[in-house]
């Protein structure tokens, strides 16, 4: 080939190298332009995240990082697709849920007129008539024991706070069995924990949770503490367990002079106080609690107040791997409304309208033993009683509780339970009458 082909050539080739150069700058003009939509965009971004999360810093950093480091379009477009909304403000909380659903198939039998209300879905002694005509078994089905709690975790600078809320459908004033069965959802526990604080609704300092018996029935034992209510309680760790006092809302529950209907004096100047040594090992677990309350009434023409208190030894003993005993011990001349779900009011009006108290006890002993891997069963026996003034309360108020449970639990899987349990109950009035129930309950649960 001539020098003069090869320079005809290379003419030639010119104006395709121009169109190739060009058509390379047009697209590379077409990234640069995306690329510089793309920041605007994030820009954009940056400042209406920067403004409404502070947790989104992290993430804005990195795509500012990316861009001021000449990252190619594709990297830019990989940390905008990244930026995401956060859940919470506190990025390091963590937050947990669960609680169960719960079946219960229940057959009433009362000796005089049944109960109605709450004391339909789970043993509530007081609620047991005296008097009345019999009305046959009562059969009732329902899902009210059904929870939900949901619990938050958040470490700072401070220590970590914690918080646990959590409700069920028991004993609502809304809804009924008509058509819907839609029951209103009630608190059973909001409180904020810090270190050795806590502040809110939970189970009072005077009852120790672990002892109660592992029932079907809701609660079970008449001769138990129970009660949960808004208070302040501060915790000192000690060996073997620890200290805790607190003070709690107060509330007094009272019969008129000569009986009748109760009256509930919410007039209380001070919280309640309980204090509370707690003990814990292999062996299982013990507590002592001392209960100081102002008994108070300030309404409907009467005004009078007076003190008193109680005292409570609960333990949960392990016998052997397949073994425990659990138990409680309550006395006092101000248990009231904490024995028994109010099983006897703490006292009584006299013809002054002045308050005298009325000394109670209680006391429950509840055996657990496990058959097998997947079966286990529950007995137990419980007693309260009460030393009424019948001159001043008149013979209409209850004497003495008794209570036995038994049942028998089969876990098919994990998490899930079907059992069958015998509830006995009953009431003695001072005036000698009294009511019996016999109860079989069918339970289905499944904890999630």
Avoid at 299 to 318: E, K, N, P, V, Y
Wanted: charged share 20%; aromatic share 10%; glycine share 10%.
């Amino acid at each position: 080939m001539t020098y003069r082909h090869q320079w005809v050539g290379l003419v030639a080739l010119l104006p395709m190298a121009s169109l190739h150069a060009a058509t390379d700058a047009e697209s590379y003009e077409k990234r640069i332009s995306d690329l510089e939509t793309k920041v605007q965009r994030l820009e954009a971004l940056i400042e209406q995240q920067t403004m409404a999360f502070d947790a989104s810093c992290a993430r804005v950093d990195e795509v500012e990082e990316a861009v001021a480091s000449c990252a190619r379009v594709d990297d830019v477009e990989e940390a905008l697709a990244e930026v995401v909304d956060y859940p919470t403000q506190y990025e390091d909380t963590d937050i947990q849920v669960g609680g169960y659903v719960k079946t219960d198939a229940i057959l009433s039998d009362y000796s005089n007129a049944p109960t109605r209300g709450a004391g339909e879905d789970f043993f509530i002694p007081s609620t047991i008539n005296t008097m009345g005509e019999s009305a046959g078994p009562q059969f009732n089905l329902h899902a009210k024991e059904t929870r939900f709690w949901l619990k938050s975790y958040t470490p700072t600078g401070q220590g970590e706070i914690s918080t646990h809320f959590e409700i069920d459908f028991l004993a609502g004033q809304q809804g009924d069995e008509r058509v819907g069965n839609s029951f209103s959802a009630r608190i059973r526990h909001a409180s904020i924990n810090w270190g050795r604080w806590t502040v809110g609704q939970t189970w009072t300092n005077f009852f120790n949770v672990s002892t109660l018996p592992d029932y079907l029935d809701f609660i079970g034992p008449v001769g138990t503490t129970f009660a949960r209510q808004a208070q302040i309680r501060y915790t000192v760790p000690v060996a073997n367990g620890d200290w805790a006092v607190s003070l709690e809302n107060p509330e007094t529950t009272l019969t008129p002079f000569g009986g009748g209907p109760r009256i509930d004096a919410d007039d209380s100047r001070y919280p309640d106080i309980v204090l509370r040594r707690n003990w814990s090992g292999d062996w299982g677990r013990l507590s002592l609690a001392a209960l100081i309350r102002e008994l108070r009434i300030g309404s409907a023409g009467f005004d009078d107040a007076t003190l008193g208190g109680g005292i409570g030894i609960a333990g949960q003993h392990r016998l052997s791997d397949d073994d425990d005993l659990r138990w409680q011990l309550n006395v006092g001349n101000a248990l009231g409304r904490y024995l028994g779900l109010n099983a006897f009011n703490v006292g009584v009006l006299n013809a002054e309208g002045d308050i005298k108290l009325t000394p109670q006890y209680g006391v429950f002993a509840a055996y657990r033993h496990r058959w097998s891997d997947r079966l286990h069963s529950s007995f137990g026996v419980s007693f309260a009683e009460a030393d009424n003034d019948t001159a001043v309360s008149g013979f209409d108020v209850p004497k003495a509780y008794q209570s036995g449970h038994v049942n028998l639990v089969w876990v098919p899987i994990n998490r899930m339970s079907i059992g069958a349990e015998y509830i006995w109950g009953r009431r003695e009035d001072e005036s000698g009458a009294d009511g019996i129930l016999n109860r079989l309950q069918l339970s289905a649960k499944y904890l999630y």
